[in-house]
Nanobody, 123 residues
Framework: VQVVESGGGSVQSGGSLRLSCAASGLTYRRYCMAWFRQAPGKEREGVAG???????AYADSVKGRFTISQDNVNHTMYLQMNSLSPEDTAMYYCAAGPAGGCLWLETYGMDYWGKGTLVTISS
């Protein structure tokens, strides 16, 4: 199984970024996907999750600013991030977990992780 993130970078406060996550080697019908992030000195936290039926879950800190979506044909997940602030600076990780677990946004519910893509927001 491979999970690979891309799309990170450095933008100014108020800007936007779109992250992508490509997953391969999974039995897709059995897995769902989610985004997590880890800021320096902090624990990894859930950002957004996508359920198998299309349900979505977001952390309170990103609601209204971030949108999670998925291309089921290409097995690619996206995270559109708008109105970014320095508090969003972190390493962003894509993860895959058993279907039904992604909406909890808990790290222990995920089986496969990417290496992360760095997002840096300057004020």
């Amino acid at each position: 199984v491979q999970v690979v993130e891309s799309g990170g970078g450095s933008v100014q406060s108020g800007g936007s970024l779109r992250l992508s996550c490509a997953a391969s080697g999974l039995t897709y019908r059995r897995y769902c996907m989610a985004w997590f992030r880890q800021a320096p000195g902090k624990e990894r936290e859930g950002v957004a999750g996508l359920g198998k039926t299309g349900s979505r879950a977001y952390a309170d800190s990103v609601k209204g600013r971030f949108t999670i979506s998925q291309d089921n044909v290409n097995h690619t997940m996206y995270l559109q991030m708008n109105s970014l602030s320095p508090e969003d600076t972190a390493m962003y990780y894509c993860a895959a977990g058993p279907a039904g677990g992604c909406l909890w946004l808990e790290t222990y519910g995920m089986d496969y992780w990417g290496k992360g893509t760095l997002v840096t927001i300057s004020s």
